[in-house]
Protein backbone atom coordinates (compact mmCIF):
# COMPACT_ATOMS: atom_id res chain seq x y z
CA UNK A 1 0.00 0.00 0.00
CA UNK A 2 1.31 3.37 -1.34
CA UNK A 3 -1.27 5.21 0.51
CA UNK A 4 -2.42 4.96 4.07
CA UNK A 5 -4.85 7.66 5.36
CA UNK A 6 -4.73 6.34 8.54
CA UNK A 7 -1.14 7.75 8.91
CA UNK A 8 -2.30 11.25 9.47
CA UNK A 9 -4.67 10.08 12.10
CA UNK A 10 -1.97 8.30 14.43
CA UNK A 11 -1.56 10.57 17.11
CA UNK A 12 -3.71 13.68 18.77
CA UNK A 13 -0.88 16.15 17.67
CA UNK A 14 -1.01 14.58 14.08
CA UNK A 15 -4.35 15.14 13.59
CA UNK A 16 -4.18 18.62 15.32
CA UNK A 17 -1.77 19.36 12.67
CA UNK A 18 -4.37 18.10 9.89
CA UNK A 19 -7.90 19.55 11.31
CA UNK A 20 -9.53 21.42 8.37
CA UNK A 21 -12.23 23.13 10.75
CA UNK A 22 -12.21 25.04 13.68
CA UNK A 23 -15.03 26.13 16.61
CA UNK A 24 -14.51 29.59 18.28
CA UNK A 25 -16.68 31.06 20.66
CA UNK A 26 -16.49 34.52 18.45
CA UNK A 27 -18.68 32.36 15.62
CA UNK A 28 -21.63 31.64 18.22
CA UNK A 29 -24.22 33.89 18.28
CA UNK A 30 -26.87 33.44 21.51
CA UNK A 31 -30.36 33.00 21.15
CA UNK A 32 -32.22 34.57 24.52
CA UNK A 33 -35.98 34.54 25.68
CA UNK A 34 -37.45 37.50 27.58
CA UNK A 35 -40.13 37.75 29.54
CA UNK A 36 -41.62 40.55 31.31
CA UNK A 37 -41.40 41.73 34.61
CA UNK A 38 -38.72 41.01 37.19
CA UNK A 39 -36.30 38.60 39.15
CA UNK A 40 -37.86 36.13 36.76
CA UNK A 41 -35.89 32.94 35.29
CA UNK A 42 -37.95 30.22 34.15
CA UNK A 43 -36.81 26.96 31.66
CA UNK A 44 -38.33 26.07 28.71
CA UNK A 45 -40.36 22.81 29.02
CA UNK A 46 -39.32 21.65 25.79
CA UNK A 47 -35.42 22.99 25.80
CA UNK A 48 -33.70 21.44 28.64
CA UNK A 49 -30.83 24.12 30.65
CA UNK A 50 -32.75 26.78 28.21
CA UNK A 51 -34.55 29.94 30.34
CA UNK A 52 -36.80 32.77 29.66
CA UNK A 53 -35.62 35.64 31.85
CA UNK A 54 -36.70 38.72 32.78
CA UNK A 55 -34.68 42.35 31.72
CA UNK A 56 -32.59 41.93 35.19
CA UNK A 57 -31.66 38.64 35.18
CA UNK A 58 -30.83 38.37 31.24
CA UNK A 59 -28.44 41.22 31.79
CA UNK A 60 -27.29 39.22 34.37
CA UNK A 61 -26.98 36.08 31.99
CA UNK A 62 -25.10 38.39 29.16
CA UNK A 63 -22.56 39.39 31.67
CA UNK A 64 -21.49 36.18 32.55
CA UNK A 65 -22.15 34.78 29.09
CA UNK A 66 -19.36 37.57 27.62
CA UNK A 67 -17.05 36.20 30.43
CA UNK A 68 -17.11 33.40 28.74
CA UNK A 69 -15.92 35.02 26.10
CA UNK A 70 -19.51 35.05 24.04
CA UNK A 71 -19.79 38.25 21.75
CA UNK A 72 -23.51 37.99 20.28
CA UNK A 73 -26.72 37.54 21.97
CA UNK A 74 -30.36 37.27 19.82
CA UNK A 75 -33.03 38.47 21.98
CA UNK A 76 -36.79 37.03 21.72
CA UNK A 77 -39.54 38.18 23.26
CA UNK A 78 -42.69 36.37 24.62
CA UNK A 79 -45.56 38.33 24.98
CA UNK A 80 -48.85 37.04 26.72
CA UNK A 81 -51.77 36.83 24.81
CA UNK A 82 -53.54 39.98 25.72
CA UNK A 83 -50.65 42.20 23.90
CA UNK A 84 -51.12 41.03 20.83
CA UNK A 85 -53.33 42.14 17.84
CA UNK A 86 -53.38 41.41 14.49
CA UNK A 87 -51.04 44.35 13.48
CA UNK A 88 -48.39 43.37 15.96
CA UNK A 89 -48.64 47.05 17.06
CA UNK A 90 -46.71 45.95 20.05
CA UNK A 91 -43.68 45.66 18.20
CA UNK A 92 -42.87 49.48 17.31
CA UNK A 93 -44.55 51.05 20.70
CA UNK A 94 -41.52 52.50 22.22
CA UNK A 95 -42.38 51.69 25.52
CA UNK A 96 -43.17 48.03 25.10
CA UNK A 97 -40.59 45.55 27.13
CA UNK A 98 -38.68 44.21 24.64
CA UNK A 99 -37.42 47.87 23.33
CA UNK A 100 -36.57 48.94 26.64
CA UNK A 101 -34.67 46.05 27.25
CA UNK A 102 -32.68 46.18 24.25
CA UNK A 103 -31.61 49.56 24.92
CA UNK A 104 -30.89 48.62 28.47
CA UNK A 105 -28.21 45.93 27.51
CA UNK A 106 -26.70 48.16 24.39
CA UNK A 107 -26.37 50.78 27.45
CA UNK A 108 -24.99 47.96 30.06
CA UNK A 109 -22.67 46.39 27.26
CA UNK A 110 -21.73 48.78 24.43
CA UNK A 111 -19.47 46.06 23.34
CA UNK A 112 -22.01 43.26 22.29
CA UNK A 113 -23.21 42.60 18.98
CA UNK A 114 -26.80 42.86 19.65
CA UNK A 115 -29.03 40.93 17.48
CA UNK A 116 -33.02 41.15 17.20
CA UNK A 117 -35.67 39.37 15.38
CA UNK A 118 -37.86 40.58 13.06
CA UNK A 119 -41.17 39.40 12.12
CA UNK A 120 -44.81 39.59 13.44
CA UNK A 121 -45.32 36.73 14.87
CA UNK A 122 -44.12 37.43 18.98
CA UNK A 123 -46.72 40.55 18.70
CA UNK A 124 -49.60 38.63 16.56
CA UNK A 125 -53.02 37.53 17.99
CA UNK A 126 -52.58 35.12 14.60
CA UNK A 127 -49.26 33.93 15.23
CA UNK A 128 -48.17 34.58 11.74
CA UNK A 129 -45.02 36.53 10.66
CA UNK A 130 -47.00 38.37 8.11
CA UNK A 131 -50.33 40.38 8.29
CA UNK A 132 -53.44 38.01 8.44
CA UNK A 133 -56.66 39.07 5.89
CA UNK A 134 -59.54 36.49 4.79
CA UNK A 135 -56.81 33.46 5.76
CA UNK A 136 -54.43 34.81 3.58
CA UNK A 137 -50.76 35.83 4.63
CA UNK A 138 -50.53 39.63 2.69
CA UNK A 139 -47.08 40.82 1.71
CA UNK A 140 -46.52 44.22 0.61
CA UNK A 141 -48.76 45.38 3.56
CA UNK A 142 -46.35 42.88 5.84
CA UNK A 143 -43.33 45.03 4.54
CA UNK A 144 -44.93 48.26 6.22
CA UNK A 145 -45.03 46.94 9.75
CA UNK A 146 -41.79 45.01 9.67
CA UNK A 147 -40.43 48.72 8.71
CA UNK A 148 -41.64 50.03 11.53
CA UNK A 149 -40.43 47.28 13.74
CA UNK A 150 -37.26 47.43 12.10
CA UNK A 151 -36.84 51.36 12.71
CA UNK A 152 -38.07 50.88 16.30
CA UNK A 153 -35.12 48.18 16.70
CA UNK A 154 -32.39 50.11 14.96
CA UNK A 155 -33.62 53.45 17.26
CA UNK A 156 -33.02 50.89 20.83
CA UNK A 157 -29.98 50.53 19.56
CA UNK A 158 -29.81 46.49 17.66
CA UNK A 159 -26.56 46.07 15.61
CA UNK A 160 -27.95 43.49 13.42
CA UNK A 161 -31.74 42.78 12.34
CA UNK A 162 -32.85 39.65 11.48
CA UNK A 163 -35.75 39.85 8.92
CA UNK A 164 -37.26 36.08 9.56
CA UNK A 165 -40.65 36.61 8.21
CA UNK A 166 -39.79 35.83 4.39
CA UNK A 167 -41.78 38.23 2.59
CA UNK A 168 -40.94 39.01 -0.82
CA UNK A 169 -39.14 42.53 -0.73
CA UNK A 170 -38.13 43.15 2.57
CA UNK A 171 -34.73 42.80 2.86
CA UNK A 172 -34.76 45.67 0.19
CA UNK A 173 -37.74 47.36 2.02
CA UNK A 174 -35.71 47.67 5.32
CA UNK A 175 -32.27 48.66 4.31
CA UNK A 176 -33.93 51.83 2.26
CA UNK A 177 -35.93 52.44 5.42
CA UNK A 178 -33.06 52.41 7.91
CA UNK A 179 -30.74 54.40 5.57
CA UNK A 180 -33.52 57.31 5.08
CA UNK A 181 -33.96 57.79 8.81
CA UNK A 182 -29.89 57.67 9.70
CA UNK A 183 -29.51 54.10 10.15
CA UNK A 184 -26.86 53.28 8.14
CA UNK A 185 -24.57 51.44 10.36
CA UNK A 186 -27.37 48.68 11.48
CA UNK A 187 -26.75 45.43 9.62
CA UNK A 188 -29.03 42.76 8.24
CA UNK A 189 -28.70 39.19 8.55
CA UNK A 190 -31.51 37.82 6.48
CA UNK A 191 -33.22 35.04 6.96
CA UNK A 192 -32.60 33.65 3.31
CA UNK A 193 -33.45 30.16 3.13
CA UNK A 194 -35.65 29.69 5.95
CA UNK A 195 -37.70 26.48 5.67
CA UNK A 196 -40.92 25.28 6.47
CA UNK A 197 -39.83 23.20 9.50
CA UNK A 198 -41.24 20.61 12.48
CA UNK A 199 -37.84 21.65 13.95
CA UNK A 200 -38.97 25.06 14.99
CA UNK A 201 -41.29 23.47 17.73
CA UNK A 202 -39.76 23.95 20.84
CA UNK A 203 -39.04 27.51 20.08
CA UNK A 204 -43.04 27.93 19.48
CA UNK A 205 -43.13 26.54 22.86
CA UNK A 206 -40.74 29.24 24.50
CA UNK A 207 -42.80 31.67 22.71
CA UNK A 208 -46.10 31.17 22.60
CA UNK A 209 -46.02 31.70 19.25
CA UNK A 210 -47.53 28.89 17.31
CA UNK A 211 -50.04 29.81 14.47
CA UNK A 212 -53.19 30.28 15.40
CA UNK A 213 -54.64 28.36 11.78
CA UNK A 214 -52.83 26.91 9.27
CA UNK A 215 -49.20 26.42 8.34
CA UNK A 216 -46.02 28.61 6.89
CA UNK A 217 -45.94 26.96 4.30
CA UNK A 218 -47.15 30.09 1.35
CA UNK A 219 -44.03 32.15 2.97
CA UNK A 220 -41.37 29.74 4.19
CA UNK A 221 -39.30 27.25 1.65
CA UNK A 222 -40.13 23.76 0.59
CA UNK A 223 -37.83 21.24 2.24
CA UNK A 224 -37.88 19.84 -0.83
CA UNK A 225 -36.20 22.66 -2.88
CA UNK A 226 -32.55 23.76 -3.10
CA UNK A 227 -32.42 25.80 -6.63
CA UNK A 228 -35.75 28.64 -4.58
CA UNK A 229 -32.53 29.20 -1.99
CA UNK A 230 -30.40 30.34 -4.98
CA UNK A 231 -33.11 32.86 -5.65
CA UNK A 232 -33.92 34.12 -2.43
CA UNK A 233 -30.09 34.91 -1.99
CA UNK A 234 -29.38 36.01 -5.04
CA UNK A 235 -32.47 38.42 -4.32
CA UNK A 236 -30.98 39.22 -0.33
CA UNK A 237 -27.85 40.07 -2.15
CA UNK A 238 -28.92 42.90 -4.52
CA UNK A 239 -31.28 44.12 -1.57
CA UNK A 240 -28.15 44.62 0.57
CA UNK A 241 -28.22 42.32 3.32
CA UNK A 242 -24.63 41.83 4.83
CA UNK A 243 -25.16 38.09 6.08
CA UNK A 244 -27.35 35.33 4.64
CA UNK A 245 -28.84 32.74 7.04
CA UNK A 246 -29.94 29.48 6.25
CA UNK A 247 -32.13 27.75 8.76
CA UNK A 248 -32.93 25.18 10.45
CA UNK A 249 -29.12 24.17 10.12
CA UNK A 250 -28.57 20.43 10.16
CA UNK A 251 -31.39 19.02 7.29
CA UNK A 252 -30.14 21.60 5.23
CA UNK A 253 -26.04 21.69 5.44
CA UNK A 254 -26.16 21.08 1.81
CA UNK A 255 -27.96 24.72 0.97
CA UNK A 256 -25.12 26.20 3.92
CA UNK A 257 -22.69 24.74 1.13
CA UNK A 258 -24.67 25.65 -2.15
CA UNK A 259 -24.59 29.42 -0.59
CA UNK A 260 -21.07 29.51 0.60
CA UNK A 261 -19.89 28.38 -2.75
CA UNK A 262 -21.86 31.09 -4.39
CA UNK A 263 -22.07 34.16 -2.59
CA UNK A 264 -19.16 35.79 -0.96
CA UNK A 265 -21.22 37.34 2.17
CA UNK A 266 -20.49 35.43 5.81
CA UNK A 267 -22.88 32.68 5.74
CA UNK A 268 -24.95 32.54 9.08
CA UNK A 269 -26.76 29.32 10.14
CA UNK A 270 -29.15 28.48 13.00
CA UNK A 271 -29.57 25.53 14.65
CA UNK A 272 -32.28 25.98 15.88
CA UNK A 273 -34.60 24.57 18.82
CA UNK A 274 -35.69 21.22 17.63
CA UNK A 275 -32.06 20.40 16.79
CA UNK A 276 -30.97 21.33 20.53
CA UNK A 277 -33.98 19.46 22.05
CA UNK A 278 -33.54 16.06 20.34
CA UNK A 279 -30.00 15.90 21.38
CA UNK A 280 -30.76 17.44 25.05
CA UNK A 281 -33.99 14.48 25.04
CA UNK A 282 -31.64 11.62 23.67
CA UNK A 283 -28.95 12.69 26.33
CA UNK A 284 -31.38 12.73 29.16
CA UNK A 285 -32.08 8.87 28.17
CA UNK A 286 -28.30 7.92 28.33
CA UNK A 287 -28.38 7.44 24.75
CA UNK A 288 -25.86 9.53 23.63
CA UNK A 289 -23.41 12.18 25.03
CA UNK A 290 -24.75 15.55 24.59
CA UNK A 291 -21.58 17.31 24.84
CA UNK A 292 -19.73 15.37 22.11
CA UNK A 293 -23.18 15.59 19.87
CA UNK A 294 -23.03 19.13 20.19
CA UNK A 295 -19.36 19.53 19.10
CA UNK A 296 -19.86 17.00 16.20
CA UNK A 297 -22.72 19.60 14.93
CA UNK A 298 -21.28 22.65 15.72
CA UNK A 299 -18.49 21.02 13.29
CA UNK A 300 -20.10 19.66 10.95
CA UNK A 301 -22.43 23.00 10.40
CA UNK A 302 -19.12 25.38 9.85
CA UNK A 303 -17.58 22.62 8.16
CA UNK A 304 -20.40 22.87 5.75
CA UNK A 305 -19.69 26.64 4.74
CA UNK A 306 -20.97 28.65 7.72
CA UNK A 307 -19.05 31.06 9.39
CA UNK A 308 -21.66 32.08 12.24
CA UNK A 309 -23.68 29.82 14.10
CA UNK A 310 -26.87 30.92 15.96
CA UNK A 311 -26.77 28.19 18.86
CA UNK A 312 -28.72 27.08 22.08
CA UNK A 313 -25.59 25.49 22.73
CA UNK A 314 -23.46 28.38 22.67
CA UNK A 315 -23.12 28.58 26.44
CA UNK A 316 -22.57 25.19 27.26
CA UNK A 317 -19.52 25.11 24.20
CA UNK A 318 -18.00 28.18 26.02
CA UNK A 319 -18.02 26.73 29.09
CA UNK A 320 -15.64 24.02 27.94
CA UNK A 321 -12.88 26.10 26.97
C1 LIG B 1 -40.02 33.65 13.99
C2 LIG B 1 -38.86 32.76 14.22
C3 LIG B 1 -38.89 31.37 14.40
C4 LIG B 1 -37.60 30.99 14.75
C5 LIG B 1 -36.81 32.13 14.74
N1 LIG B 1 -37.60 33.22 14.39
C6 LIG B 1 -40.02 30.41 14.37
C7 LIG B 1 -40.90 30.31 13.21
O1 LIG B 1 -40.60 30.78 12.11
O2 LIG B 1 -41.96 29.74 13.38
C8 LIG B 1 -37.20 29.59 15.10
C9 LIG B 1 -35.99 29.43 15.93
C10 LIG B 1 -35.82 28.11 16.56
O3 LIG B 1 -36.60 27.14 16.35
O4 LIG B 1 -34.87 27.98 17.33
N2 LIG B 1 -40.20 34.20 12.75
Known amino acids: MQRRPRRNRKSESVRNLVEETSLSVKDLIFPLFLIEG ?9 MPGIFRYS ?5 REIESCMKLGITAFDVFPAYPESLKDSIASESYNPETFYLKTLREIKKQFPEVCLM ?5 DPYSSDGHDGLVKSGKILNDETLEILGKMSLSQADAGVDILGPSDMMDGRVGYIRSLLDENGF ?6 SYTAKYASAFYGPFRDALDSAPKFGDKKTYQMNPANSQEALIEAELDFEEGADFLMVKPALSYL ?3 KLLSDNFPLPIAAYNVSGEYSMVKA ?4 GWLDSERAMLEILLSIKRSGAKIILSYFAKEFALLK
Do not use: G, R, Y
Open 38 to 46: SNKKVEVNS
Open 55 to 59: QDLML
Open 116 to 120: SDVAM
Open 184 to 189: TETSIM
Open 254 to 256: DII
Open 282 to 285: AAAH
